[in-house]
């Protein structure tokens, strides 16, 4: 019998992983379906609900469940006879699931941004979104809308995406340097509130990080005579005054990209307890392109370029000291939008993420995109790459006495290489954390844990959604030391990214329910709440109620007892 040690283990799967035929490479990538439904309603202007609408309960919502599922994502997609172009442009719609002792209530308000109330005063698209460009005003004369295109486009206020929690106040936040603090109890917008205005940054993620005591951090990108910086930043965990938004932020460290002019768009970041994580990946923002979109008749996203030439760099930073460490990290060009969590161990950072071999997804969000039906959307599924969660370990220890030309990974649970190049570089390969399965499942997005108590620490459990569509259409809860998976999936039905609930004392990791607003584009069938036993991957109880959802982005469970 041939006996290997664990490192030669590893080497020898990196050895057979790459010399699989190119097919099955190809199967991690992209697939081969017919017959999607077509999910066009999904993104289709839905009218606000902003009185409470009792919930037709199935099953049973457990009555330790006190609090609000609120869930961010666009909701009108169109003024007048103007229409976005892309997903991520539409109007904010805030959404409450509102639980308390096994009752559910559900409400909606569009979020009262500038952006929103321009354009509905106008009849118009007014702010340009990623996109969207905003046409001149038809009112003004030929050359006054000539001169309006060398105009510098204005950021939108259109928070979309996320809702994020600073100082112990709720905001909804998109990628912009603009995010409102909203109430949510009633979903009321309250203030607009300008990062700029606190620390030299020209936008932050709608994905901050939160060390137990309540300390934040984010990301947000500065440009200036310095030239374009990738920054990290810290809010403090508490307010001096009431009235106190971000006082107190700082930025502690700026990273420099590899091409200032050309510097990565980033979505999210990794953190442990003592470094945050920064992938530099190769979707590219073209400064030039994006500064002069306007004047050229092009919106945002047309600066924005998947550029797989480039290797894709991961930088690691103290949160103590706010210095870079020495080395680099370098991996093949990947696309990552979420991360899944990240943790020390034995003199490595093992960082886990949802990404995928090809970067093109963003153009796939367009709304037309959406909307199709038939073989076009077949196609345009089948040609979308698989986003799956992989894992890479990262070496801290590395300096000129290290050797060269081996795996550093000496973590005895762990497939991922990390091999030295030079004394600030090492080249890190991605361990799989899952079976063909999921594969079949159509990948993995919009990874959540338990955050409260395991971010920054080691875990078993993830969970997301299944992307068998170019929306999710099931749940699944992933075990990270088998890699098999538990599925929840309806036909019909498309959820939303699973939020877990931990149980009142709770001594295990998935002890708890998994929240998740599912939405149909079938018109008899009703939107609703569906609630699941962490454990058991089974439903509890569903609250439906009689309005129509679009699919989002993001949302967070407000406990009542916060």
């Known amino acids: 019998m041939l006996c290997l040690n664990p490192t030669m283990l590893k080497l020898v799967k990196v050895v057979i992983n790459s010399s699989l035929p190119s097919s099955r490479r190809e199967l991690a990538r992209f697939a081969s379906v017919q017959g999607l439904e077509c999910i066009a309603p999904l993104v289709k202007t839905v009218e606000e609900t902003p009185e409470p609408v009792t919930a037709d309960i199935t099953g049973e919502i457990p009555s330790w469940i006190n609090g609000s599922l609120l869930r961010n994502g666009p909701g009108k997609f169109e003024f007048g006879n103007q229409r976005y172009n892309h997903w991520f442009d539409g109007m904010a719609l805030l959404h409450q699931f509102k639980v308390e002792n096994g009752t559910v209530k559900y409400k909606s308000k569009f979020l009262q941004s500038d952006s929103f109330k321009i354009n509905s005063e106008h009849n118009r698209i007014v702010v340009s979104e990623f996109g969207t460009l905003a046409m001149p005003d038809p009112c003004k004369n030929v050359f006054q809308r000539f001169v309006s295109r060398f105009e510098m486009q204005k950021p939108t206020d259109n928070s979309n995406v996320h809702y994020v929690k600073y100082m112990g106040d709720y905001y909804v936040s998109t990628e912009t340097n603009y995010m409102h603090k909203v109430d949510p109890e009633t979903l009321a917008s309250m203030e607009k509130v300008d990062w700029s205005k606190f620390v030299a940054v020209n936008g932050a993620t709608a994905h901050p990080h939160y060390d137990p005591n309540g300390t934040s951090y984010n990301m947000g990108n500065s440009y200036s005579r310095q030239g374009t910086r990738y920054n990290i930043i810290r809010i403090p965990p508490q307010k001096t005054n009431d009235s106190d938004t971000l006082q107190g932020a700082q930025i502690i460290c700026s990273i420099p990209p590899q091409d200032g002019a050309k510097p990565s768009y980033y979505h999210s970041f990794g953190m442990t307890e003592n470094y945050v994580v920064f992938i530099e990946q190769p979707i590219k923002l073209n400064l030039l392109e994006i500064i002069t979109a306007k004047m050229r008749g092009k919106c945002i996203s047309d600066g924005i370029k998947w550029e797989p030439d480039h290797e894709t760099v991961i930088h690691v930073a103290s949160k103590q000291t706010g210095q870079l460490i020495p080395v680099k990290y370098y991996a093949k060009p990947l696309a990552v939008f979420h991360q899944i969590n990240a943790f020390e161990d034995q003199g490595c950072i093992v960082l886990d993420l949802c990404f995928s071999d090809d970067g093109g997804a963003l153009t796939n969000f367009k709304i037309q995109n959406l909307r199709k039906s038939g073989q076009a959307l077949d196609e345009m599924y089948n040609t979308t790459a698989r986003t799956l969660p992989r894992r890479f370990v990262l070496p801290l220890d590395v300096d000129s006495s290290t050797a060269t030309g081996q795996n550093l990974n000496t973590l005895p649970y762990s497939s991922a290489t990390a091999v030295k190049r030079d004394d600030r570089k090492v080249f890190v390969s991605h361990e799989d954390l899952h079976l063909d399965d999921l594969v079949e499942a159509g990948g993995l997005e919009l990874p959540q844990i338990n955050y ?40 019909g039905f498309y959820p939303s990214e699973p939020v877990f609930v931990p149980a009142p004392n709770a001594t295990e990791e998935d002890e708890g329910v998994i929240l998740s607003a599912v939405v149909t584009p079938q018109q008899e069938k009703n939107t609703f709440l569906l609630v699941l036993d962490a454990k058991s991957f089974t439903e509890l109880g569903r609250a439906a109620v009689p309005v129509k959802m679009p699919y989002g982005f993001h949302g967070v469970f407000a406990s009542s007892k916060q």
Request: hydrophobic share 30%.
């Open 452 to 491: 409260d108590k395991y971010n920054t620490k080691k875990y078993r459990y993830f969970y997301g959604c299944g992307f068998g569509h170019l929306v999710g259409d099931s749940l699944l809860k992933m075990d990270i030391e088998t890699k098999e998976m538990k599925m929840w999936k309806e036909p």
